[in-house]
């Protein structure tokens, strides 16, 4: 445990003289809110690749594999096919027609004032969602990691959220970019190491690695010894709704990830939208390699270390750290979970920056104070001072919620969240002439409440636990779930999309917003018009 130690406190030490170089230059809103635009295509590529794989690619989808099998790998299909969308929808023309935040783009042919208010709050929430996920990896890990020290969950907590706040507060959009990348290249090195040795441990035949997976023996919670084949689906998505999640998970994960702020702030931190492109090809052949080497972490796992050692040893978050231990031993242990951790912050880092600048750009600076700064730097001191506020928030929901939630699952609740707010009122504004103010404000409204409301009479948070259950397994609600899925992505998105259709064939036609319809497909497509600064 003392490896462990000097591991983190070493990569504390580098990320923190990161954040002192970057807090040097990063004085002007550019230089914070977007790094000055200076990002190459393979430098914002790896970090997009390192904000995406979080704490639930890493821990949470081992976990679910470990746990669930095929079901399990789902996760993994739909985070890796969700990059599509990003490619193919929204990388190029959100660099060219925005400045810092998703808003921007909205409000480049609508009424700004409502349509920011919306958006910011839809930023918030999605963000919020992604955070907590992020947190309860972080305590667990932390917890299991440091155990003999005594130090608590909520301790772990509270610790990574404070360093979490100051790399945002001091080194801005610079500092969390380069600790995304320093992450990224971590974690990639680290999963393939853990995949040879996987593989290794079966003498690199996958006949003996996938025999071994299709008879998986563990306890069930009765106590009676079973053996389940774990490339048979239906261990997780079981009858009479099983199909119906998994659908509603996929569209959640595909359509989300064009959604979620964090993503999305990234693109305007290159100098043009060609260099959009060229980031967005990086991460997907880093995020493709990831996302397939899962499946040796996950059944890895399952085949080697067992369920029942990973229930007693800190639960489903634990299955990848606790795979390099039985393989690597202490050294290989402490270097994956100091890899996990890395991951943790690097995430956490740049979603608290997506949603303090949204706060600050979006509704400070344009709602309350109509486009226009009172004083010179109160848009980056506001954007500091929500960093605070998130992050407290975050981590009183990842203490209330416990270590026992998995992440990937808490996580796969705000791509839906941004699935069925963000996106479809950033594809009708770019694609549809005849969109509105009042269709933007009402589908950001009706995806978010929909989305949020569905998860709080989900079973994810309404159901009836047995008596032997405890403490933070236990669920919030103790009653019958009203709405059957895990995931509200199957109801929640096409009612995203029809309150911002619906919205916009009730309201007035704005011809100033029509108008402007054509400058503003130009300039996505082709960039014309759009700065190096990124502004309009």
Do not use: C
Request: glycine residues 10%.
């Amino acid at each position: 445990m003392t490896t462990a130690l000097l591991l983190f406190l070493i990569f504390i030490f580098i990320t923190l003289v990161i954040t002192y170089w970057a807090a040097r230059r990063s004085s002007g809103a550019s230089a914070f809110f977007a790094a000055s635009r200076r990002i190459t295509g393979w430098q914002n590529g790896v970090a997009v690749a390192g904000d995406y794989m979080s704490a639930a690619s890493f821990l949470g989808i081992a976990g679910i594999i470990a746990y669930q099998g095929y079901d399990g790998f789902m996760f993994s299909v739909g985070w890796l096919v969700a990059y599509l969308t990003v490619l193919l929808i929204v990388a190029e023309p959100l660099r060219n027609a925005g400045k810092y935040t998703m808003a921007d783009v909205l409000a480049y042919r609508l009424s700004p004032r409502p349509v920011r208010a919306m958006a910011s709050l839809s930023t918030l929430t999605v963000s919020t969602f992604y955070m907590i996920a992020q947190m309860v990896g972080a305590g667990a890990l932390v917890t299991l990691l440091l155990k003999d020290s005594g130090i608590s969950y909520q301790t772990a907590v509270i610790g990574v959220g404070l360093l979490m706040i100051v790399y945002v507060v001091f080194g801005g959009m610079l500092a969390t970019t380069w600790v995304q990348i320093i992450k990224a290249i971590f974690l990639i090195a680290g999963t393939v190491l853990l995949s040879i040795l996987v593989l290794a441990h079966f003498d690199f035949s996958f006949g003996n690695f996938f025999d071994a997976i299709s008879r998986v023996t563990y306890h069930d919670k009765d106590g009676a010894e079973v053996t389940k084949d774990f490339l048979t689906p239906g261990l997780r998505f079981k009858p009479p709704y099983g199909a119906l999640d998994l659908i509603s998970l996929g569209l959640a994960l595909i359509f989300g990830t064009a959604g979620l702020p964090h993503i999305l702030v990234r693109f305007y931190t290159v100098p043009d939208a060609k260099t959009a492109r060229v980031s967005v090809v990086w991460a997907m052949v880093l995020i493709g390699s990831f996302y397939i080497m899962t499946t040796f972490l996950g059944f890895g796992a399952a085949t080697i270390v067992g369920r029942d050692f990973i229930s007693k040893n800190g639960g489903t978050n634990m299955s990848a750290p606790l795979l390099a231990q039985a393989l690597g031993g202490e050294i290989f242990f402490a270097f994956i979970s100091a890899i996990a951790f890395a991951t943790i912050l690097a995430v956490v880092a740049g979603l608290t920056i997506s949603a303090s600048t949204s706060f600050a750009h979006d509704f400070y600076t344009n709602v309350i104070h109509h486009g226009k700064e009172r004083r010179p730097g109160e848009e980056v001191r506001v954007a500091r001072i929500t960093a605070f506020v998130v992050g407290a928030i975050s981590i009183l929901s990842a203490i209330l919620l416990g270590p026992a939630a998995n992440v990937a699952f808490l996580v796969a609740l705000a791509f839906a969240v941004a699935a069925s707010a963000n996106l479809p009122v950033i594809v009708l504004s770019l694609f549809w002439k005849r969109f509105n103010t009042r269709g933007a404000v009402m589908g950001l409204a009706t995806g978010l409440s929909a989305s949020i409301g569905l998860i709080l009479i989900s079973p994810s948070i309404m159901t009836i636990d047995p008596a032997t259950v405890t403490g933070a397994a236990r669920h919030l609600i103790q009653a019958d779930p009203l709405f059957p899925l895990e995931n509200p992505g199957l109801l929640s998105i096409p009612l995203g999309f029809l309150g911002a259709v619906i919205g916009a064939l009730t309201g007035r036609r704005e011809p100033q917003a029509e108008a402007k319809f054509a400058e503003l497909l130009v300039r996505a497509n082709t960039g014309i018009g759009a700065e190096k600064a990124g502004g309009h």
